[in-house]
């Protein structure tokens, strides 16, 4: 379905699209009229008004549940298994990007550790069919924070919404820049909180989304500092992840290039014997065979590794989701 486009503007909050599921349940007794009466019937009003004062309980206890627990997300919306496979997309396209890891941490983890990062983090669904005005889908604690929203009220709201008018064009032209070039660095913009207050952020990554196919999906923004216009700057306080050792799995676009490089190694073999005429015993041969031996290792490692990782982001989003954290104790300061 097609957006109309309204005149860029400073944010405004829309209604949270979850906010029926955390309202209170608030259940009025009416008021009593005349005397009380006496035998079955007191004894069936009383019942009664057990059985709604049951139930408002379990309806506040439910929207204690799903609230935030710290006023911007609840870990059901940011630890959703559609918002995984998201996370892995962005911090694979990043380690494509830049050459290095966003974030060194198990699957498992992922979520928890992209939300409370020392760095904020958003991301958009710009290049994804059918969209044609693009919103956010994903921003972690300090993205929230820095833009004075929570989950119900910026996932989903398009993004152009983030910069006033006056910055508009500009953030247009760097969305195009980053498209056309795969990503941008070093970049100083300003933007605009939900409340309407204005920020610069500063040395921002911009970078396109992949799907873990290859596929065009987003894009996402990741910076560490935004300078206020008073002239200060804040760095972005967040947690930083326990050490791990676990690699970003590989890309399809990866298992692709190492392919190619096998079928490169090939036709040099056999360039050393249809051309030059070499045989196996040459040591010209053995080499390059050799060499075609070392990428077909190399191919077959990263293609179970891409499809393990196929294969858990798939699981991922058909187990339950569970609500854990590996240092619930500590809070932001």
């Known amino acids: ?9 400073p944010f405004t909050a829309p209604v949270p699209a979850a906010a029926a599921s955390t309202r209170r349940l608030v259940l009025a007794q009416a008021k009593k009229k005349g005397g009380e009466k006496k035998g079955a019937q007191k004894k069936g009003g009383s019942a009664l008004a057990d059985l709604m004062k049951k139930k408002e309980q379990a309806s506040q206890a439910a929207a204690v549940q799903s609230a935030p627990a ?5 870990p059901e919306q940011y630890k959703d298994p559609e918002v995984v496979l998201q996370l892995l997309m962005i911090t694979q396209s990043y380690k494509k ?7 060194e941490v198990s699957f498992d983890t992922l979520a928890e550790a992209m939300y ?3 760095f904020a983090c958003l991301a958009h669904n710009k290049f994804e069919e059918g969209v044609d005005d693009p919103v956010f889908t994903y921003a972690n604690r300090a993205a929230l924070q820095l833009f004075e929203g929570t989950w119900d009220s910026m996932i989903g709201l398009p993004s152009r919404n983030s910069a006033d008018a006056e910055a508009q064009e500009e953030r247009n032209q760097l969305l195009e820049v980053a498209a056309t070039g795969g990503s941008i660095q070093d970049y100083s913009g300003w933007r605009v909180s939900m409340s309407g207050k204005r920020f610069k952020l500063k040395d921002v990554k911009l970078f396109n989304v992949t799907e873990l ?6 894009q996402a923004a990741v910076f560490k500092q935004y300078e206020l216009e008073d002239g200060t700057v804040v760095t972005v306080q967040g ?20 392919a190619a490089a096998v079928q490169e190694q090939a036709a040099a073999v056999r360039q050393l014997k249809e051309e030059q005429g070499l045989s196996n015993q040459d040591p010209q041969v053995q080499e390059a065979v050799a060499e075609l031996q070392t990428r077909k290792q190399a191919l077959t490692e ?3 590794k891409y499809d393990a990782a196929l294969k858990e982001a798939e699981s991922a989003a058909d187990a339950p989701l569970t609500v854990e954290s590996w240092d619930e ?4 300061k």
């Open 1 to 9: 379905m097609l957006r109309t486009r309204p005149s860029c503007k």
């Open 70 to 74: 710290d006023g911007f997300a609840s």
């Open 97 to 103: 990007q830049y050459d290095e890891f966003l974030m």
């Open 116 to 118: 409370i990062a020392p």
């Open 213 to 218: 196919d290859g596929t065009l999906w987003g």
């Open 239 to 258: 947690q930083e992840p326990p050490p791990s050792s676990i690699e970003i799995p590989p890309s399809q676009e990866d298992v692709d290039a190492a």
């Open 302 to 304: 990263l293609q179970a």
């Open 329 to 332: 104790g500590e809070e932001e």
